[in-house]
């Protein structure tokens, strides 16, 4: 059974950095292509970063040049560092894994529990 568990949420202040972390385990087969999503109160999820398996990556316009999204395949482990935060980031940050390849679209298999991300002003 899939497993995905997210680490590195928490409280910055605005201008900060966090950089989250989603270990995978208990693939038959190495996903397709990996994501980082976000939902805040009263939004719909919205896909922040994908990256596919010879490393190409695809971000929302909102976060391009702010965050970067990489994978270690020894550590099983997709990374999100985020720099230069603004309250209008704070969500709760999801990683996604699939054998399809989704992108930033919400229709992966796999999905994590989450950690929260709180931006202060």
């Known amino acids: 059974q899939v497993q995905l568990v997210e680490s590195g949420g928490g409280s910055v202040q605005a201008g900060g950095s966090l950089r989250l972390s989603c270990v995978a385990s208990?693939?038959?087969?190495?996903?397709?292509?990996m994501g980082w999503f976000r939902q805040a109160p009263g939004k719909e999820r919205e896909g922040v970063a994908a990256i596919d398996n010879d490393g190409s990556t695809n971000y929302a316009d909102s976060v391009k040049g702010r965050f970067t999204i990489s994978k270690d395949n020894a550590k099983n482990t997709l990374y999100l560092e985020m720099k230069s935060l603004t309250p209008e980031d704070t969500a709760m940050y999801y990683c996604?894994?699939?054998?399809?390849?989704?992108?930033?679209?919400?229709?992966?298999?796999?999905w994590g529990q989450g950690t929260q991300v709180t931006v202060s002003s």
């Open positions: 996604a894994a699939d054998r399809r390849d989704w992108q930033l679209l919400p229709e992966y298999t796999y």
């Open positions: 208990g693939y038959t087969e190495s996903p397709d292509c």
